[in-house]
């Protein structure tokens, strides 16, 4: 892929455009961005951190599973925590006490991405993009790319999020490709390259047990930005041959929810009962009307299988349904 990304932006550009043009699904922009999500990944999997991260979430779902048809133009990453400073992350701890753990993990690991990930990253990246600490999250990088196109949808930046508190297992080693490489693999000296990230199966659960958390959101207590997006996913997810694997793991499911449950713990959450007989995955009416128009406006983004909201609703009624019989 450095071939590419040491082309001219003339170049880079014409080739992106081509791109596009095969594709006729994505914009010039979102062809751009894709290519340079993947030579970032294909970096850090190259580089000193590849033992201690792990990719997952949406992105992963696009570019590993090719279950999504939703551009995600983010990298989002596990921190192994096993040289944590604060302890033993799983030691049975009260709420409480767990609370004041996470902080100190949390701690352990703005300081570790600031001191050894990020000029890690600033070297790979290697005068190409630039790579600084976001000032508002300190456990994200933001990568700056060279653009050639812009779209009002896509910043021209790709967001390192990078967390400690995330399951390492199950895992696996997968490999994926741009959609430049794609349509012109004789183009590029390696098309397709190694990662390691998180299973689909441990995808699935994630997204459900998010899906459940939120079914008991209080009314008032706002929902994050862009959300809607777990509700598309899982049902993506649902519609492929993922489910029936996930559903052959339920023991995996029960470590999903206990460890949201110990690390993301909420009074309102109630992921211990998210678990066949008291699952619960349809959004509560006062969030409808917010989710719905958030849905709306992630459309851009979303290329091919357009479900409407309702659509999405109807499916997750079934599921909740399907997983809720199981044993």
Known sequence: MDNIALLSSKDRKELFQQTAVKMSVLSEAAVEKDFWVCWVLKRLFESSLKDIIIFKGGTSLSKVFHVIHRFSEDIDLILNWKDNSAGDPMLPRGYTQQGKFNEKLDEWSNQFIRNSILPEVQRICDG???????PELPDNIIITYPKAFSDPYLRPQILLEIGAKAAWVPHDTYE????????????????????VATTAERSFWEKVTILHSEAHRPKGNLIPQRYSRHYYDTVMMARSPIKALAFK??????????????????GWTHYLEA?????KLLPPAHNLDVLRDDYQKMQPMIYKDKLSFDEILDDLSVLEKEINVLR
């Open 128 to 134: 190409i993009c630039s790579a600084e600490l976001s």
């Open 176 to 195: 994926i490709s741009s959609y430049t490489a794609e349509y012109y693999p004789r183009l590029f000296k390696v098309p397709k390259f190694k990662i």
């Open 275 to 279: 678990k066949p007989g008291s699952l």
């Open 249 to 266: 793991d339920l023991m995996l499911l029960q470590q999903v929810a206990e460890f949201k449950d110990k690390f993301y713990h909420r």
